[in-house]
């Protein structure tokens, strides 16, 4: 709210009053009128959970006893009880003691106060109680109205934080992949039947047939040609590049004839060939992997020269070494090696749904998951999280996923139970502390929710919006502005009013899908209310009360719609 305007305070005396003596208070009483005070905000306002309150007083010439001490304080006032708040002491220039001293000259004061907010407040004045005295004479000032109280807007804040739930990993396909190596004979790029008999054919062909029966879609073949580090390198470099060509047309021969899903077995541009004219890389590996007398000495020869063709040398000097290179190591460098990629379906949603009503075994952790997100029905996706839980209790989502429900249905101990669950699953898990951190601040406990959020800040925009609610509550309106960003809810548009910019409020509140709920008609009543927009406010107020009574009341009391207590079209409303 804006700060009010200078207020004069006339403190009304009775004339009947004699006012004898010549200490002075007798005279200050009379001429109390001259005094002037400013009260900011002119409507008392909560924030943060208290009530800021901040008084000006000016003094005129003459005014202020020299001898005088004033002891002022402002109590909130309501039906029923009140509230002092801390004294406020002036002495006047030749006065004794400690305070704030005022010339007869004239002078000013300055008082900022803090008061917990209580719910009695709601509908309160803040009045002035005054006591001077002179040496041991003392006067009771009157009381008299500083300010009208309290503003709580801020307390319309929704309680709608965001957990976020752990997602399956599902997909409508999977790849799946089968690989085999062709051997050669030196200097050789032909494919012996042999091969094409070997273990890893014949689970190739295998793979191939399941694939064509089960409708895999094969994508693609990729061919990764070598020949050993031996003979000459542009002889090599041929010999890998005819070792592709037929190991793909071996496997060219075996598609042929079936009909698969992609009908690219027999083609060349299915394949994708790599070639390797000398196999140094895959001769180093299998000399690790030996017992070859020499290998240490063999593999500093690999670090000691680069020339390939040095290199070769040297090992051939190693004439009995080589022999066993050349019967254990080389003939296994002297291949192709070809690998069949593919995509399988998986199971389509309809046969997902039947089995997870069976309580079926053969569902993985992500079908159960993904199962949930195929209903709208919160007790079903609690059933399903559960069995998740129970199926799968080493992964953390089952166990948090139950505890997002809870959240969603407000059952706060419930919830934490799981989120606790879930957290020795997986510690520090930012989805799961940012959970605790709802908990937490449902619990009461906001330092400890602050933190969590903290610690969970890469976990998503919920995060950020579970932050922008605790910064309302803790009366820092611009950084609630910031964490609500571009999301257009209740809350986002609650801290745009708070923020002191009412008019940009309406256009979040109108993209939101809470735009006709009772409570956002309400706020827009408020925007009405602080702009001045008797239309707005009133328009808004009536949606608001027809949607939900309890609105009628609520305005009633309202100090946002203080001014209006006494125009007839807010009256009629609320009466």
Request: charged share 25%.
């Amino acid at each position: 709210m804006k700060k009010s305007s200078l207020k004069v305070i006339a403190f009304v005396v009775s004339t009947t009053v004699i006012l004898a003596g010549c200490n002075g208070l007798g005279k200050m009483v009379k001429n109390a009128g001259k005094v002037t005070y400013e009260v900011s905000p002119k409507v008392l306002e909560m924030h943060g959970d208290s009530v800021a309150i901040t008084i000006s007083g000016k003094y005129p010439e003459k005014y202020f006893a020299k001898k005088a001490v004033l002891t002022i304080t402002p109590t909130i006032k309501w039906q029923g009880g009140e509230k002092a708040l801390k004294p406020i002491v002036l002495i006047g220039e030749k006065a004794e003691g400690t305070g704030t001293k005022i010339s007869y000259a004239g002078g000013t004061f300055m008082y900022k106060d803090f008061v917990p907010y209580q719910p009695e407040m709601k509908r309160a004045e803040l009045v002035y109680k005054a006591t001077g005295a002179v040496k041991t004479k003392t006067k009771e000032f009157p009381e008299s109205k500083l300010a009208d109280g309290t503003i709580i807007t801020p307390l319309l804040v929704k309680s709608d934080e965001k957990a976020i739930v752990g997602k399956d990993k599902f997909t409508k396909t999977y790849p799946v992949a089968q690989t085999a190596s062709i051997f050669y004979i030196v200097n050789q790029s032909t494919v012996r039947p042999a091969e094409m008999a070997s273990p890893e054919m014949k689970a190739m062909k295998e793979f191939i047939a399941a694939g064509v029966s089960k409708g895999y879609t094969f994508k693609n073949v990729s061919v990764s040609a070598y020949a050993s580090p031996d003979g000459e390198q542009s002889l090599n470099a041929n010999l890998a590049d005819d070792r592709a060509k037929s190991g793909s047309k071996a496997l060219m021969g075996v598609f042929k004839g079936k009909k698969t899903k992609v009908d690219a077995g027999t083609q060349e541009s299915f394949y994708t060939t790599a070639t390797t004219a000398e196999d140094w890389d895959g001769f180093k590996k299998a000399m690790e992997a030996s017992s070859i007398p020499d290998k240490d000495l063999i593999l500093r020869v690999l670090t000691m020269y680069s020339d390939l063709d040095v290199r070769e040398k040297e090992i051939k000097n190693l004439a009995k070494t080589y022999l066993e290179i050349s019967e254990k190591i080389l003939p296994k460098l002297r291949r192709s090696v070809l690998t069949l990629n593919a995509e399988v379906n998986s199971r389509t949603d309809a046969q997902i749904q039947a089995l997870v009503k069976m309580n079926s075994d053969s569902l993985s952790v992500e079908e159960i998951l993904y199962a949930a997100t195929l209903t709208n029905d919160i007790n079903e996706k609690l059933s399903i999280y559960k069995m998740a839980e129970s199926k799968y209790p080493n992964d953390w989502r089952g166990a948090n996923n139950v505890g997002y429900i809870y959240v969603m249905q407000n059952k706060v101990n419930d919830a934490g139970s799981q989120f606790e669950k879930a957290n020795k699953i997986s510690p520090n898990n930012p989805i799961i502390l940012n959970s605790m951190g709802i908990v937490a601040r449902w619990k009461g406990d906001r330092v400890a929710a602050e933190e969590y959020y903290k610690n969970a800040s890469n976990a998503g925009s919920e995060v950020s919006y579970n932050m922008g609610i605790l910064y309302i509550m803790k009366g820092d309106y611009p950084s609630a502005v910031s964490s609500f960003g571009n999301m257009n809810t209740f809350n986002a548009a609650l801290a745009k009013v708070l923020n002191g910019t009412p008019n940009d409020a309406l256009a979040v509140i109108d993209a939101s899908n809470e735009k006709d709920a009772a409570l956002s008609f309400y706020l827009k009543a408020i925007v009405g209310a602080r702009t001045k927009n008797t239309d707005l406010m009133i328009n808004n107020l009536k949606s608001a009360i027809n949607k939900d009574a309890s609105y009628k009341n609520m305005a009633k009391d309202d100090a946002e719609f203080i001014q209006y207590r006494t125009d007839a079209a807010f009256t009629g409303l609320v009466n």
